[in-house]
């Protein structure tokens, strides 16, 4: 997801201050700690570690019960029958099979994710790719994103979450906000935009001597895969030396560029002056501040300067862990609620829509724009995810965000969207380039 701010948006918001403080207690008393850990598995380092020591013991527990079964079934395996062995050993070894599931699961998000970090006893970065660690190895688990630093991170943004509009809207707009900050984190995962977190430490092909063809292919999108089948790269999980290294030319001639985000049609300048920096503005935070003029906007708020930071300079900022720690206020979330709360037009915020504060015009009814969720969707993310202009992947993730705003309302104990006589989909509506 690109977020895109007009420049009347920037003028009006980069004088505004944002550090007039609304009650403290407003986030808390809408939702509870449990209830945040619940919606965000990823958030509390702490359960993730007793949930790892949980499954080892469990996986360890059943290798007694694995080693019978193999023995048991080694008539297979001599036989090189491995389909028969395989059905041998998940009859005979159905906990041993369903606790390491568990801990290769487990083991992959802490592994993958890159807003956790694991260390061991001695400091050093926990690897859980062979074999898995043995949990008294680790001394501990930290999120970037937790329930602390998102309840300190609010305040600071007035409006947001304000019981002026009764509790039932207040929870509303919450579950708004959260439903899509677990589409665009892919729940509390991701800090940044992938590939680009990665591509911009890559400079030349000696530094992929460590990224596996697998990695490759996973960066690369549909127009990706066409432009490199034009060079007779088709297959590219199994890569030689020839086609891999045209793989990376690509990547670095092509495809890295793109994370800069620089394309600024309203300051033409300041495009070239973001090509000729060595900075990147992909999207990072937990809805993906993207572009020069958005770090820029954001960083003129009082919440950003009193901490000193420079995002024009340092927009890595957004997604480092020195700015987003556990116990104080968090620019990985205040840079979401910023978005969530700033009018783009012609787009409303979101903030407005889910409080009830904006009214259609008479372009949005005849492009199908009504109050309620469909159109928080289309303010984020209209342009591949509503309308004519979606994308290849149809509604699937428009869908992602719909179920999880109702399974969040749930958790946080709010009934059904007031506005259910709208639909929470945006397939029928257009995005706000159509007026």
Known sequence: ??????????????????????????????????????????SNGEHLKAEYTKAYKQFKDSLPEYAAAAQKCQKYEDMKDWSGQAKCLQENAPNYGKSRATLDELAGKLQN??????????????????????PSTIKSIKTLYTYENFAKTTPYFPGFLSMSGGRHNAKRELAALLANVQQETTGLCFASETPFDILEKLNSPADFSKITNQQLAAWMNDDDKKALAGQGVTDLYSLNDVSRRKVIDYVLSVKKPKGKYCKWDANPQGEKDCLASPNYYYGRGAIQLSYPYNYIAFGNTDFVKKQGYDLLMHPSLVADPSANQENRSSLLWGSAIWFWMTPQAPKPSAHAVMTNQWQPTEADIKNGRQPGFGTVINIINGGLECGSSRGADKDV????????????LRIIGSSEDDNSKYPLDCKNSNNFNHQ
């Open 397 to 408: 993730k428009a869908q992602n965000r719909i179920d999880a705003y109702k399974r969040i």
């Open 113 to 134: 994710c890159p807003a956790i970090m694991v260390v061991d006893n001695s400091g050093k970065k926990v690897d859980f790719s062979g074999e898995k660690p043995d």
């Open 1 to 42: 997801m690109k977020l895109k701010l007009s420049t009347m948006a920037i003028s009006l918001f980069a004088g505004l201050s944002m550090i007039s403080m609304v009650n403290a207690d407003e986030v808390t008393g809408l939702i509870t700690k449990k209830q945040f850990d619940e919606i965000f598995p990823l």
